[in-house]
């Protein structure tokens, strides 16, 4: 596909040369994110630096009817950022300045290409985080996690990226440019479209500064514990978080995920399931709060429960968990990796996990299990090879089971990754007639149609 | 104005006699709220007792263009309750049953009729709550909460009422029937369309059922500081909140509003601005809270600082917060109570605090100045007899004044109230262009305009 010549004219009019690529190796680079989508070329990729250039290519887009899909780190994983091949990459890179911090009022102002690891070493100087901690975010930008509403392994205690996100300015598809929010706390001032936003997946508008809420850095606790079955530490998930204890963060890790960190890192763990806790808070509190979940792995048979007692001892132990997929890349590099995330009830959670390996048992396929349990998260993957095809869709067939699985139990088809490519027919089935409502929302916003379209929706360009 | 007769017909089909009134007492019962909006008697009174007739009436509406305005407790402050003289109400007041308590999942489900303390009531046996803690909550429900995002006493540690639902059900202007959300704890699967409805006044949609996301009962205690000036005690909010203490409560009371309760309870407590804080969680953690706040209050000059030590004495310090709007009623019934609920940035809250005070002197009202001071809110009051069109005038005056030096600090028109009819003016000017936003998205889920109109925006109906 080539692109439209009036186009690419006035796109040169609105941005300087360095702003935009039309070079094949570069569009390539662009093609796809981290999901197992196929790519697909853009047709330009464009890098804008204000606000304002942002607004003024969605404007021209929407003149044209050129699609424009927005991209941050590219980290998303359910093909949210893989261009259309007849539109255009707008990468916010570029936009890559925290503008203000604000330790009085626990804020932030920034672009939203700032990378999450970059944002929260400056905000380290004041003693603040920005907390959901996703497990990409050495790659992951705020603009991003914002598209896609991303969790993390602190989401459990202190809210996803929606509930951390106070103001954003957003370009419309129409090439206006608007503020949304209010940097008070809490507000009943109109319909709420920060949150409207935030997980949008880039289909209602492209953000292009955000003011988000901030925690104070608190006091943390890394521990480990080893379960002999699956089950027990699925239900040690369950009773902690009845308990009235509310972990930092809590994840689930499978025999198999652990053999897959072995074998990358030359580690010897005992290929067994295990729990990683962070506790924060307090002193006190946090030493209540250990004490009292060593002694519910205890009574639920754990053979072993260590908390971490320096700083390395505590990196190694998240490394065992943050380091699952870039294992499982290395490994089997050639091979296509499925991945689940669905969220349960907590009360289904050991019930959800079971089935998600007896899941795997079923379609005879090799699959390891983890995830932010205390939130009732569970992410799967399985690995196939792109040649055998029997397996590649017995593995998709098991990855529908589980959504189904999840629904029938009041879940979620996707807890952080969202819909984007992958997971369209889950929408619906999630949904129902609610999806209505979501495309009028979209036409009304969007009446072109030129927003990441085929993302979320199958058929939102009229 | 007479309901239309064919209209009326129609209605009489679908409702139960009793299911119905147009009786002039009943509709003049109905034609208002707590707010100081003059009264318009609407054309009738339904109260279905189903979400299936709910929706019926509301498909019926909108063949017909009737407005309907739904209404739960009627306790709304900003006219969001006063129905259209050409319209009618739809009360929930008989779907009010608790459908069911979820324990192991920290959630309930119930229909939108049920009153705050009735809820929290039930939950108890549970020891669960629902936390943000209204004052007017024997009066409340939990679908009128929802209509207004409702905050409260204990929004400032467990989030405000969009921060506790999970799923709706929901009938909209054209008589479908859906339902919105999932009971995961968190879900990136398509937009935020609960979060959208939370706070949207009625204008989107008519909630007929509810998911809420619960917490369990926190030990407590209740604390009072006495301050000199409104200074240091607003200064002793900024200190404490950035403190890393998160209080389950932190309210502020002026020297008027005390003298207010005094001569409404025959009390005797000294007239000077006054804290009442709640500190929840870890015995151990709460004691260490109380010290650090003491600490605090004191070193800002603090005379006196209690912790309640009998649940009668508890009661009677939350009585001095919660009873202030009843005994300005009490002590002024025929004056017309002119109320602001703006929130600022916590560093701005203490030279908040002081405008309002300021302005009170400006204009020559006499002002009582409270409310959820660790949010940032500010609610005022000041008392006008109908008869003083200038002191009315002038009240009007000085809460546009406050609004605006609100907003020119980054804050909200409204924390807690909503819109409404009283504060449309400030909805513009709060957030500018987005407020078109937020009228494409009416006109996409409500095209007729039949859903609570005149409310929020002044000309949505085409």
Redesign the interface.
């Known amino acids: 596909m080539n692109i439209p010549p009036a186009f690419l004219a006035e796109l040169q009019s609105l941005l300087p040369p360095s702003a935009f690529s039309l070079q094949p190796a570069v569009l390539e680079s662009y093609a796809r994110d981290e999901s197992s989508q196929p790519a697909q070329t853009p047709l330009a990729v464009v890098w804008p630096e204000t606000a304002e250039q942002v607004a003024a290519v969605l404007g021209l887009c929407n003149r044209h009817r050129v699609p424009v899909t927005a991209r941050g780190g590219g980290s998303s994983l359910e093909g949210n950022a893989v261009p259309s091949p007849d539109g255009i990459v707008l990468s916010l890179e570029r936009m890559n300045k925290i503008l203000e911090v604000?330790p009085?009022?626990?804020?932030c102002r920034l672009q939203p290409g700032v990378i999450y690891d970059d944002l929260n070493r400056r905000l380290a100087r004041d003693g603040l985080f920005f907390a959901p901690g996703p497990s990409s975010g050495d790659v992951a930008t705020i603009g991003g996690m914002i598209g896609?509403?991303?969790?993390g392994l602190n989401?459990l205690r202190y809210g996803?990226t929606?509930?951390h996100v106070l103001r954003l300015q957003v370009a419309?598809a129409d090439g206006?440019l608007?503020?949304?929010g209010?940097?008070?706390?809490?507000?009943?001032?109109?319909?709420?479209?920060v949150?409207?936003m935030?997980?949008?997946e880039g289909l209602?508008g492209v953000v292009t500064e955000i003011v988000l809420r901030l925690h104070?850095l608190p006091e943390r606790k890394t521990a480990m514990a080893r379960f002999e079955t699956l089950e027990a530490a699925a239900q040690a998930v369950?009773e902690i978080m009845?308990s009235?204890i509310v972990p930092g963060a809590l994840e689930l890790i499978d025999e198999n995920s652990i053999a897959h960190i072995n074998r990358y890192k030359g580690w010897d763990w005992p290929e067994t399931p295990t729990l990683i806790f962070e506790f924060h808070?307090?002193p006190?509190?946090i030493a209540?709060e250990v004490e009292m979940a060593r002694e519910i792995c205890a009574g639920l048979g754990a053979s072993y429960f260590e908390v971490a007692e320096t700083p390395a001892r505590r990196e190694q132990l998240w490394a065992g968990r943050k380091e699952i997929t870039n294992a499982e890349k290395a490994l089997y590099p050639d091979h296509i990796m499925l991945k689940g995330?669905?969220?349960?009830?907590?009360?289904h959670y050991a019930a959800a996990v079971q089935k998600a390996q007896a899941l795997g048992e079923q379609y005879g396929l090799a699959v390891s299990i983890f995830g932010h349990a205390g939130?009732?998260?569970i992410h799967w993957h399985t690995l196939v090879p792109p040649s055998d095809a029997a397996a590649l869709e017995r593995g998709e067939q098991a990855a529908a089971d589980l959504i189904r699985y999840?629904l029938s139990v009041?879940?979620?088809?996707?807890?952080?990754?969202?819909?984007g490519l992958a997971?369209r027919a889950?929408?619906l089935e999630?949904?129902?007639?609610?999806?209505e409502?979501?495309k009028?929302?979209?036409?009304?916003?969007d009446p072109n149609g030129i927003l990441n379209p085929g993302k979320?929706f199958f058929d939102e360009r009229g």
Chains 1, 2 share one sequence.
């Open positions: 604000l009085q009022d626990f804020q896609n509403n991303a969790g989401a996803v929606r509930d419309l206006s608007l503020w949304f209010t940097r008070a706390m809490k507000t009943s001032s109109g319909f709420d479209l949150r409207l935030v997980g949008s209602l104070g369950f009845s009235g808070g307090a006190s509190g209540e995330d669905i969220a349960v009830p907590l009360s939130d009732g998260n999840a009041g879940g979620t088809a996707t807890a952080e990754h969202g819909i997971k889950f929408l999630e949904h129902g007639a609610a999806v409502v979501m009028r929302i979209k036409q009304a916003l979320m």
